[in-house]
């Protein structure tokens, strides 16, 4: 089954303490997303990746990191979370950006 | 002012209802794309659309590139169609997506 899987789905952790958000595709996409998700704000990008090695800043990278070493798995990394990037996250990819975005299921991080 | 806005943010609907959300940018763009999000969160895709009309089941999409505007219509609404519905665009030579803030759609029966 095509799929974007993302783990975990759930996570509370505490201030500082460093964490990583997986995401895995099986379609062999190109294009990878990262955004969060908060009211009143809606989606916004944090980073994406249009190939492996290629990533680049979407509008509110900060305090976040990625990597692509396989075409697979995007994750993203909170180096030293912080209260303000409690958030719902959604892993997306397609063969372009401009193609059907998949989505993850969504990760509900809290950061307290 | 941002870059995509959506009208309405809140929208209530009887069963059957003709229903139709907008979605105006600013930004000179390459594709235009609409989500809908389930009250569990999941986010699927609907339409990715550059010109013209697409139509899948009761669901139409349109868009003029010119007054930079798209709509939503939804035929014979049903309580399953309660949702988010978020545009986003693909802004023009780069490879980033801009979002709408949604449109929280009930239907009731």
């Known amino acids: 089954e095509a799929q974007v899987t993302q783990n975990p789905r759930y996570l509370i952790t505490v201030t500082g303490k460093k964490l990583t958000v997986t995401c895995s595709q099986n379609?062999?996409?190109?294009?990878m997303s990262w955004y969060r998700q908060d009211p009143g704000l809606g989606l916004r990008q944090i980073y994406y990746?249009?190939?492996?090695?290629?990533?680049d800043k979407g509008d509110v990278p900060e305090g976040y990191k990625v990597s692509r070493k396989e075409k697979r798995n995007f994750p993203l990394i909170l180096e030293s979370p912080s209260p303000n990037q409690t958030s719902l996250y959604f892993c997306?990819?397609?063969?372009?950006?401009?193609?059907?975005?998949?989505f993850g299921p969504g990760t509900r991080l809290t950061v307290l | 002012k941002n870059e995509v806005e959506q009208s309405p943010q809140n929208l209530t609907a009887q069963e059957g209802e003709f229903i139709t959300i907008n979605c105006s940018y600013s930004?000179?763009?390459?594709?235009l794309h609409w989500l809908q999000q389930h009250p569990g969160g999941g986010i699927v895709s609907l339409f990715m659309?550059?010109?013209g009309k697409k139509k899948h089941g009761r669901l139409i999409a349109t868009i003029n590139i010119q007054e930079k505007h798209s709509s939503l219509h939804i035929t014979a609404s049903h309580p399953r169609d309660s949702a988010v519905y978020i545009c986003?665009?693909?802004?023009?030579?780069?490879?980033?997506?801009?979002f709408g803030t949604g449109t929280r759609l009930q239907v009731f029966p």
């Open positions: 997306a990819s397609s063969f372009d950006v401009g193609d059907t975005q998949y």
């Open positions: 379609m062999n996409h190109e294009y």
């Open positions: 990746s249009m190939n492996v090695e290629v990533t």
């Open positions: 930004v000179g763009i390459s594709a």
């Open positions: 659309l550059s010109s």
């Open positions: 986003a665009v693909e802004r023009y030579n780069t490879d980033k997506l801009i």
